[in-house]
């Protein structure tokens, strides 16, 4: 078999899924703590037997004891960040699962400069969505991190060494390798 991937925060399973099948070889641990997301992911694996074979849905929230320690070629997380009470659980599960030399691919929201901000997102990237989805997206935005508090959360991981980008108007991401 090929590389053992994490996606953290799972959701439906879209990113296990485009992953195992660019990677026919890998396999993946897809976690989220909502056994009724997980229900979404376990029917779009079923229609696909070859790449549900290969993925393992598991219930949980963070911290998870019972995720193997240093373990994954591979770690992802969309869109779990911002959801998070305390920034350092998923750090310190990055830092605990992944091997050394494993890759890292954390996105997330990135908070607007101010409220101004925040409502053209929303009406730009949600404008013809319901009032509860637009109110959903606004509150996201505002939970999410600045790239500097990010960055000082890494520092506090010991992560430093990853890198963090601004890759959109609304979203940054965390990349790189687990020291060795």
């Not at 037997?49 to 994954?72: E, F, I, M, T």
């Not at 509150?139 to 890759?167: D, H, I, K, W």
Request: hydrophobic letters at 50%; aromatic letters at 6%.
């Amino acid at each position: 078999m090929g590389a053992r991937a994490l996606d953290l925060g799972c959701g439906p399973a879209d990113i296990p899924i485009r992953f195992l099948r660019a990677y026919p070889q890998a396999l993946c641990d897809a976690l989220d703590g909502s056994a009724a997301m997980l229900g979404h992911a376990r029917a779009a694996l079923d229609r696909l037997p070859g790449v549900a074979a290969r993925c393992r849905l598991l219930c949980h929230n963070l911290p998870c004891g019972d995720l193997p320690l240093a373990h994954y070629d591979l770690v992802l997380s969309n869109s779990l960040l911002h959801h998070l009470h305390d920034p350092q659980i998923l750090w310190r599960t990055v830092r605990e699962t992944a091997k050394p030399g494993a890759l890292v691919l954390v996105m997330d929201l990135m908070r607007p400069a101010s409220a101004a901000w925040a409502e053209a997102l929303v009406a730009t990237y949600a404008a013809d969505a319901p009032e509860v989805l637009r109110d959903d997206f606004r509150n996201s935005l505002f939970a999410a991190f600045e790239p500097a508090e990010v960055r000082a959360q890494l520092v506090e991981a010991g992560l430093e060494y990853l890198e963090v980008a601004v890759v959109s108007d609304r979203h940054l991401v965390v990349s790189g390798r687990l020291a060795g």
